[in-house]
């Protein structure tokens, strides 16, 4: 089994502005980590962004953007299970990216290592990647992203190692994170709080051929994104509930009105079945 950590730098709060990649091996600690710069598309640098991570328009203007880089970094994605401090950050900045350059969005497996170090050191006060790597004597250029994939792949490695296993993917397991795999999510129908509850065996999951609504704000996409990943996966995106819809994507803070359709609809045509965004993302084979 191969596991690589992976850390996106962003210049602005848009999730397809990455302008820096690390990828780190996590059982081969000593192999070179893979660094890039991305020159974003516009190249507009929020003085916040900049502030965190030091990146500046000069420092990308002769870089490849993202489609030029996705080459060399896809072929250190594929067949990877991939750790993330954060991963629903970074498994987003990846799909936005991919889905602004027009390529396609592969089947990747995700393990999150802050809810790794929350389950495996409880008693620290926080969590975040550069109080995890003091807690475990780590050297940390925070925010220079080959040294946070470095980091959290050590983090990774060393749950791995206190818990007697040999990959993460196991530790992972053990500590009931990140348990579920792609291919294998569960359809929820929605309460009345407009959560998505009752979690009961789902049917086959595809998107060819399936209409899709969506409600409420994505983590990972913006609306228009996840638009366009549903066409290129084969399906359609409505904009409301409608008699055909077979799925409504439920984000946080949904809309009444469309929750209300889909209990109506759900009781009349048996249909469209609720998923949060994780079951989304799984069904796109993002996990």
């Given at each position: 089994?191969?596991?690589?950590?992976?850390?996106?730098?962003?210049a602005n709060?848009?999730?397809?502005?990455?302008?820096?990649?690390?990828?780190?091996?996590?059982?081969?600690?000593?192999?070179?980590?893979?660094?890039?710069?991305?020159?974003?598309?516009?190249?507009?640098?929020?003085?916040?962004?900049?502030?965190?991570?030091?990146?500046?328009?000069?420092?990308?203007?002769?870089?490849?953007?993202?489609?030029?880089?996705?080459?060399?970094?896809?072929?250190?994605?594929?067949?990877?299970?991939?750790?993330?401090?954060?991963?629903?950050?970074?498994?987003?900045?990846?799909?936005?990216?991919?889905?602004?350059?027009?390529?396609?969005?592969?089947?990747?497996?995700?393990?999150?290592?802050?809810?790794?170090?929350?389950?495996?050191?409880?008693?620290?006060?926080?969590?975040?990647?550069?109080?995890?790597?003091?807690?475990?004597?780590?050297?940390?250029?925070?925010?220079?992203?080959?040294?946070?994939?470095?980091?959290?792949?050590?983090?990774?490695?060393?749950?791995?190692?206190?818990?007697?296993?040999?990959?993460?993917?196991?530790?992972?397991?053990?500590?009931?994170?990140?348990?579920?795999?792609?291919?294998?999510p569960q359809?929820?129908?929605?309460?009345?709080?407009?959560?998505?509850?009752?979690?009961v065996p789902?049917?086959?999951?595809?998107?060819?051929?399936?209409?899709?609504?969506?409600?409420?704000?994505?983590?990972?996409?913006?609306?228009?994104?996840?638009?366009?990943?549903?066409?290129?996966?084969?399906?359609?995106?409505?904009?409301?509930?409608?008699?055909?819809?077979?799925?409504?994507?439920?984000?946080?803070?949904?809309?009444?009105?469309?929750?209300?359709?889909?209990?109506?609809?759900?009781?009349?045509?048996?249909?469209?079945?609720?998923?949060?965004?994780?079951?989304?993302?799984?069904?796109?084979?993002?996990?």
């Amino acid at each position: 089994m191969i596991e690589r950590a992976i850390d996106f730098e962003t210049a602005n709060e848009r999730r397809d502005s990455a302008c820096a990649v690390g990828v780190a091996e996590v059982f081969q600690p000593a192999a070179p980590i893979f660094r890039r710069l991305i020159r974003p598309v516009p190249a507009r640098f929020s003085p916040f962004c900049s502030a965190v991570h030091g990146i500046q328009p000069a420092h990308v203007a002769d870089a490849p953007d993202f489609a030029g880089i996705w080459p060399d970094l896809s072929m250190r994605l594929t067949g990877a299970t991939l750790l993330a401090h954060n991963a629903s950050f970074d498994a987003g900045v990846l799909t936005a990216c991919l889905l602004a350059a027009g390529l396609p969005v592969p089947p990747l497996r995700f393990i999150c290592t802050v809810d790794l170090a929350r389950a495996a050191f409880p008693q620290l006060r926080s969590h975040k990647l550069n109080i995890v790597a003091h807690h475990l004597g780590l050297s940390l250029d925070h925010h220079e992203a080959g040294s946070d994939a470095a980091a959290c792949a050590a983090i990774g490695r060393h749950v791995a190692d206190m818990l007697g296993v040999a990959t993460v993917t196991e530790a992972a397991e053990r500590l009931g994170v990140g348990a579920r795999r792609p291919g294998i999510p569960q359809s929820r129908p929605v309460g009345q709080s407009g959560r998505v509850e009752n979690a009961v065996p789902a049917p086959t999951k595809r998107v060819e051929g399936q209409a899709f609504a969506i409600t409420g704000t994505l983590v990972a996409f913006s609306r228009p994104q996840a638009a366009r990943a549903i066409g290129q996966a084969g399906g359609t995106f409505q904009s409301y509930v409608r008699q055909d819809t077979d799925w409504l994507v439920v984000g946080l803070s949904p809309g009444r009105t469309k929750l209300t359709a889909a209990q109506a609809r759900q009781q009349r045509y048996g249909r469209p079945t609720l998923v949060d965004e994780a079951e989304f993302m799984a069904m796109l084979g993002i996990g």
